[in-house]
């Protein structure tokens, strides 16, 4: 059973400070998956990472992935007001014969806010 | 207009009655999939589809069901309601186009609540 786990669940920052969202995960995998959920809202996608070593950044977030170790970090770099929201990561399974198409395993989210 | 959209986006009902959640959606996905988000536990896959004719189980169906009207419309159904089934539902979209890397899209959520 593939299971998913982020940590800090919780985390407050303050304006100007880095901070890193940890995913691990239990099972090989073919591709990794960071969304954003703002309160009351839908999900959206901010990155895919498809192997190891892959990074994607965009503006202060910047994401990557180990596959060897199963693990994938979410770096916050100089916090703004704006990226205060909930964000998951999900895996896909790798079947035989097959990817895992949208068929994701979700972390617990983690819940940033960040204050002046 | 959203690219997926799901009605209603609140419903309150009662123990043991069927209530349906409506997805359409105008992305020409072929695949559609529900999901349902309770506090720390993140979204868990109720039921996929792949097109029409294609329904599979996720890994929490029990207590659930879903249609595949067309290519664009994907409801999921709940037999008879009971309370450890109020959450937040989102239906989702994804396709094969490698620009994509079949990353989900989702609707705005229904939020059920099972008195």
């Known amino acids: 059973e593939l299971k998913v786990e982020q940590n800090p669940l919780f985390l407050s920052m303050q304006e100007g400070k880095n901070y890193t969202i940890y995913c691990n995960y239990s099972t090989t995998s073919d591709r990794l998956y960071w969304y954003r959920q703002d309160p009351g809202k839908s999900l959206e996608s901010l990155f895919v990472l498809l192997s190891n070593g892959a990074v994607k950044q965009e503006g202060r977030l910047m994401a990557s992935l180990d596959t060897k170790a199963r693990l994938s970090t979410l770096h916050i770099t100089a916090a703004v007001h704006d990226l205060s929201a909930t964000y998951f990561c999900?895996?896909?399974?790798?079947?035989?014969?097959?990817?895992?198409?949208?068929?994701?395993?979700f972390g617990q989210g983690t819940i940033l806010t960040v204050h002046p | 207009d959203a690219d997926v959209t799901q009605t209603p986006r609140n419903r309150i009902t009662k123990t043991g009655k069927r209530i349906m959640l409506e997805c359409s959606q105008t992305?020409?996905?072929?695949?559609m999939y529900w999901y349902r988000q309770d506090p720390g536990l993140g979204l868990r896959l109720i039921y996929y589809?792949?097109?029409?004719?294609?329904?599979n189980k996720g890994e929490i169906s029990d207590g659930y069901s879903v249609s595949r009207q067309a290519q664009a419309k994907f409801s999921l159904s709940l037999e008879s309601a009971i309370p450890n089934q109020t959450a937040l539902y989102f239906c989702?979209?994804?396709?094969?186009?490698?620009?994509?890397?079949?990353?989900?899209?989702f609707g705005s959520g229904t939020q059920l609540s099972v008195l």
């Open positions: 589809s792949f097109d029409v004719k294609d329904i």
């Open positions: 992305k020409g996905h072929d695949r």
């Open positions: 999900a895996v896909g399974r790798t079947f035989a014969g097959g990817t895992s198409y949208g068929k994701l395993t």
């Open positions: 989702a979209t994804s396709d094969s186009s490698p620009a994509t890397n079949e990353k989900l899209f």
